[in-house]
């Protein structure tokens, strides 16, 4: 999965989408990320997977942008 995420990020690059951040230190932030955010959801953190999903979402969109 990393390796795909990479490969998109080298591509967004390819098109001036992407500053001149490492691609690997892109995808390794973005997993940990959703890495972290599914840990918490399997801990109880969140009051159900609606609420899961849509902060899921933002955050990775936050990340993104």
Do not use: C, V
Not at 41 to 49: D, I, K, P, T, V
């Amino acid at each position: 999965a990393l390796n795909i995420a990479y490969l998109r990020i080298e591509e967004a690059r390819r098109l001036g989408l992407i500053d001149d951040t490492p691609s690997l230190e892109i995808a390794l932030t973005l997993s940990a990320l959703g890495q972290g955010l599914i840990s918490m959801y399997r801990a109880g953190r969140f009051a159900g997977e609606k609420e899961f999903r849509a902060t899921y979402r933002r955050a990775m969109r936050r990340s993104s942008a």
